[in-house]
């Protein structure tokens, strides 16, 4: 987390706005769960100011950035209402670590599996919801951009379960 991002939370905890308050995480009742929570916020927030002052992306990129940030800290993050719902249930379909629905502003809904790889695999599903909530539901196009933003912000994406179908590859493949 960069300083100037860590005021910020700070400042937004004392002053009670959203952002990085306990009000975007009403539902979550494990302590762990809403550490990881708010660790995965800052880091995708931290991703998205830093693609902002990237070389790698065009004005065009770097507006997405920002659009995906703003969404991020306006949109809600809840736990998913029903752990055994179609979405999270692996032995039912299911395989996703968040979802959003098609509802306008849909909060960010958090599946039991969104938690078992660590906060910063928690933080790119966050940009690839928000990437969502911004309006871009194709799960490819939405790949990509997660890729390119997470990337341009210093991080390491890992490639989602998306990745083959979208015949995405990358240099490192091994
Ligand atoms: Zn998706």
Known sequence: MTRSRFLFCLLSLITSLSACGQKTLQGFQDSAQIM???DAMSQALG????AQNSSSLDASEKA??????????ESR???SPDIHNMECDKSN?????????????SPIFVCESGFE?????????FVHEAIH????LDECQTTVLEQKLISAGGGN???NSYFEACGLSSDDDE
């Open 117 to 125: 790889f660590g906060s910063e695999f928690l933080a790119q599903v």
């Open 77 to 79: 993050v809840l736990p």
């Open 133 to 136: 909530l911004s309006g871009i």
């Open 47 to 50: 991703w998205m100011d830093d």
């Open 93 to 105: 379909g299911g395989f996703v670590a968040a979802y959003v629905s098609n509802e306008e502003n």
């Open 36 to 38: 990881s929570v708010e």
């Open 157 to 159: 994406p890992f490639k």
């Open 64 to 73: 997405f950035a920002l659009k995906v940030k703003t969404t991020l800290i």
